[in-house]
């Protein structure tokens, strides 16, 4: 008879499990790639403000940002909708394209921002 009480092999925490299964770079990686979208977003809703899609690029952020909520509680990495929405930020921009030049230069913005130089100790 089986109670319930057995080894469970997931971490219910999408940060704890990708930072478990991919280490710390792993997950630096994941969260420059969350706030990169984040930002994305805060630029759509000001390229597209006084446009009828302003409301729908509200929308799709707050959506984001939920399912970025609910990865605090579900082990849900491969979540189809969490990679639509970030594929939707940055094809609607357009103009700017995602590279990978681009993505590196804001992690080392983050990192700039985040990190404390040795000499100002």
């Given at each position: 008879m089986?109670?319930?009480?057995?080894w469970d092999?997931?971490?219910?925490?999408?940060?704890l499990e990708i930072a478990t299964e991919l280490g710390i770079i792993g997950i630096g990686i994941?969260?420059?790639l969350v706030s990169y979208i984040l930002i994305k977003y805060k630029?759509?809703?000001?390229?597209?403000?006084?446009?009828?899609?302003?409301?729908?690029?509200t929308g799709c952020k707050i959506a984001y940002i939920s399912i970025l909520i609910n990865f605090l509680f579900l082990t849900a990495?491969?979540?189809r909708r969490f990679y639509i929405l970030m594929a939707f930020?940055?094809?609607?921009?357009?103009r700017e394209q995602l590279s990978i030049k681009g993505f590196i230069t804001h992690i080392k913005e983050l990192w700039k921002k985040n990190v404390p130089s040795p000499n100002s100790q």
């Amino acid at each position: 008879m089986d109670y319930g009480a057995g080894w469970d092999d997931e971490a219910h925490n999408t940060y704890l499990e990708i930072a478990t299964e991919l280490g710390i770079i792993g997950i630096g990686i994941f969260l420059g790639l969350v706030s990169y979208i984040l930002i994305k977003y805060k630029k759509l809703e000001k390229t597209y403000s006084n446009n009828p899609l302003q409301t729908f690029i509200t929308g799709c952020k707050i959506a984001y940002i939920s399912i970025l909520i609910n990865f605090l509680f579900l082990t849900a990495f491969s979540d189809r909708r969490f990679y639509i929405l970030m594929a939707f930020a940055v094809a609607m921009l357009g103009r700017e394209q995602l590279s990978i030049k681009g993505f590196i230069t804001h992690i080392k913005e983050l990192w700039k921002k985040n990190v404390p130089s040795p000499n100002s100790q």
